[in-house]
């Protein structure tokens, strides 16, 4: 017997959400997935619907969901107008449509961009305050606080999932301590979702890396148990870049290179 019935996974012609796709078809008798982008022919559990979610007209994917996991976006830096018209609005859709059509559980892939002015040797933990840096990292901000609203006075329950860098392998230093495999990307969206409780929920997406620059403590509730680790690549990774200046910005805090770039409109 499944755990749910149906499961909603926006994005899920991008990377992470086909690695969802993919992983949770366990959880669930049906999973519906939405995309602006062409996402295949579905498997016989599957449902797919094409379409763009900052349209309110399509709040009615939300429909008949027992959880949704909104992965949709873009992982860049975007303009203000982006922001106003494009990603707001998508999760503005998938939140009132949750709560309009009684779903009770929304897992947001939130990202270290929320919090990237952080310093690094602070070891930034889940309660740690919004300090974006970025617009595409505001935006974050904003969806999270949407999530909160949506807890506190509607009861839909929000787990934010700060991912950091997750890839195939890691590709630089900052990696080191910030990777996240995308088998422990599935394996961190599956407790989310099987919790027994989760009320509003922050907890960032990394794997068992010995090197840690974000922490945990206090969201151990999810039952997140990474199993996999970037230690093993060290000696690659070493090999293959040169140490950073510490007193740099991008290597000051855990948002790396994106706290370094300019306004969008500059751009």
């Known amino acids: 017997m499944s755990e749910f019935n149906r499961i909603l996974i926006t994005g899920a012609a991008g990377s992470l959400g086909t690695k969802l796709r993919h992983g949770l078809r366990h959880l669930a008798d049906h999973i519906r997935l939405v995309d602006r982008e062409p996402m295949g022919e579905a498997a016989a559990h599957e449902e797919i619907i094409q379409c763009d979610l900052s349209d309110r007209a399509n709040m009615s994917v939300t429909e008949d969901c027992d959880a949704i996991l909104h992965f949709a976006g873009v992982p860049r830096e975007q303009t203000f107008d982006e922001i106003m018209t494009d990603t707001s609005p998508a999760a503005y859709t998938i939140y009132e449509g949750a709560r309009q059509n009684g779903c009770k559980r929304v897992v947001y892939a939130s990202s270290i961009h929320a919090v990237g002015f952080a310093n690094v040797e602070d070891v930034v933990g889940i309660d740690g305050r919004h300090r974006p840096d970025t617009f595409y990292g505001m935006t974050k901000c904003f969806i999270e606080d949407l999530g909160s609203l949506y807890w506190d006075k509607f009861g839909i329950e929000s787990v934010n999932l700060?991912?950091?860098s997750c890839f195939p392998e890691p590709?630089?230093?900052?990696?080191?301590?910030?990777?996240?495999?995308?088998?422990?990307?599935?394996r961190l969206a599956e407790a989310a979702l099987l919790a027994p409780r989760v009320g509003f929920s922050v907890i960032y997406g990394t794997s068992?890396?010995?090197?840690?620059?974000?922490?945990?403590?206090?969201?151990?509730?999810?039952?997140?148990?990474?199993?996999?680790?970037?230690?093993?690549?060290a000696d690659k990774v070493f090999a293959a870049t040169e140490r950073?200046?510490?007193?740099?910005?991008?290597?000051?805090?855990?948002?790396?290179?994106?706290?370094s770039t300019p306004h969008p409109d500059d751009a």
């Not at 590709?171 to 599935?186: G, K, N, Y």
């Not at 403590?217 to 230690?231: F, L, M, N, V």
């Open 244 to 259: 950073g200046d510490p007193d740099a910005l991008d290597q000051k805090v855990v948002g790396g290179y994106f706290a």
């Open 208 to 233: 068992d890396n010995a090197r840690r620059a974000v922490s945990n403590r206090g969201a151990e509730h999810i039952g997140y148990r990474p199993q996999d680790s970037s230690d093993g690549f």
């Open 171 to 186: 590709a630089d230093r900052r990696m080191m301590w910030s990777w996240l495999s995308f088998d422990d990307c599935v």
């Open 162 to 164: 700060r991912i950091c």
